[in-house]
């Protein structure tokens, strides 16, 4: 079974910033593409941000110029820094991976247990 752990999340006001994190094991970590959904209270989990093995990055027009994916190659992990959040950005933010992502593609096939965002206005 695949693990996707996330970690960091939290708590902040509007306009804040938070970053969460995602550790893979290697064999996912250099074969796949990974990234990030969210799934807001109620509503369908959206894609939000994904890089590639060769580091090409993709966002949601929503987040870009605000949120920044990387990944760290001697941690095998991924990283989301969110900046200027919003209040409609609270949910459950998803770590995913998979050889495609991105918001026309179907769901990815590899999930991790996700992590709380939550935006205060």
């Known amino acids: 079974q695949v693990q996707l752990v996330e970690s960091g999340g939290g708590a902040v006001q509007s306009g804040g910033s938070l970053r969460v994190s995602c550790s893979a094991p290697?064999?996912?970590?250099?074969?796949?593409?990974l990234g990030w959904y969210r799934q807001p209270p109620g509503k369908q989990r959206e894609f939000v941000a994904s890089?590639?093995?060769?580091?090409?990055?993709n966002y949601e027009d929503s987040v870009s110029g605000r949120f920044t994916i990387s990944k760290d190659n001697a941690k095998t992990s991924i990283y989301l820094e969110m900046d200027r959040l919003e209040p409609e950005e609270t949910g459950t933010y998803f770590c995913?991976?998979?050889?495609?992502?991105?918001?026309?593609?179907?769901?990815?096939?590899?999930w991790g247990q996700g992590i709380q965002v939550t935006v205060s206005s």
């Open positions: 995913s991976a998979d050889y495609l992502l991105g918001r026309t593609v179907r769901l990815p096939k590899y």
């Open positions: 290697i064999t996912i970590f250099s074969e796949y593409s």
């Open positions: 890089i590639t093995p060769g580091g090409r990055t």
